[in-house]
């Protein structure tokens, strides 16, 4: 499979490839990448249909939405490599470790779970479908964006680049995208799983919550589990300190040396 993901690339090291949630894009990731440059290769997506991703094919399955990973990978020349999934890519980087994880150095959980259970996000993913058809994309990216936050009167900058990051979303790439994933449940599906995982989430995460993270990380026999305080669905903007600390004592842990 020849890759058609477009891609932002920063700094030198160990490879990172990071993958956006949903009403996202690679901008997402924009802080993190200045600060960990100096560290590490850092790869951010866009997947089909999202930020400055050119018209293509939507991936109608995890299972393609993996296999574009893989060939990014491929075409980069990555042997092996790390990755982090933002929320709906939770369940991409789950696909990789199901199926593919002799490519995996180390993966990261962020804001994700082992399914999509509609009685504990803010919203039921029919409820999104029918608001991207109603409202048009650009106002369902922001109505979306706008839920992600613990405390938003003090987010004021983590939601401009997250609502910056959700510009681009076209209707076609986002039906597809929730389409891919409406009935995805990794339950009893990672237990030969031996990769280190960092399963991290904020406190007060909204469409995984905590005692669906707990899951997924109780799922995983090679997981850890990092709940951040103070905040919610974009942890690595509200509390980036946090986050960076965690995500690095990880990284440069016994189990994966960087």
């Not at 491929?74 to 593919?100: N, P, R, T, W, Y």
């Not at 449940?185 to 904020?202: E, M």
């Amino acid at each position: 499979m020849t890759s058609r993901l477009t891609f932002r690339r920063e700094g030198s090291g160990p490879a990172i490839i990071l993958l956006h949630g949903f009403a996202s894009s690679s901008g997402f990731w924009s802080d993190l990448s200045r600060r960990l440059c100096d560290r590490y290769d850092l790869i951010a997506i866009d997947w089909p249909g999202f930020g400055s991703a050119p018209p293509a094919p939507a991936l109608e399955t995890a299972a393609a939405f993996a296999q574009a990973v893989l060939a990014l990978a491929d075409s980069l020349g990555l042997d092996k490599f790390c990755v982090i999934g933002h929320s709906m890519s939770g369940f991409v980087v789950q696909e990789l470790l199901a199926h593919h994880e002799h490519r995996l150095m180390a993966a990261v959980l962020y804001g994700a779970g082992l399914k999509v259970d509609a009685s504990r996000r803010f919203e039921s993913l029919d409820d999104t479908l029918s608001s991207l058809h109603r409202d048009g994309p650009a106002t369902t990216a922001d109505r979306i964006v706008r839920n992600w936050f613990a405390s938003p009167q003090d987010s004021t900058y983590a939601m401009q680049v997250c609502l910056q990051a959700a510009q681009g979303m076209t209707g076609e790439g986002a039906a597809a995208a929730l389409r891919a994933f409406f009935d995805s449940d990794y339950t009893g599906r990672l237990s030969h799983v031996r990769t280190p995982v960092l399963v991290i989430l904020g406190e007060q995460e909204r469409s995984h919550p905590p005692d669906s993270a707990i899951a997924l990380s109780q799922a995983l026999p090679n997981a850890c589990l990092v709940m951040l305080p103070r905040c919610g669905h974009a942890a690595h903007l509200e509390e980036p300190g946090l986050f960076e600390t965690a995500l690095l004592e990880f990284m440069q842990s016994d189990v994966h040396p960087a």
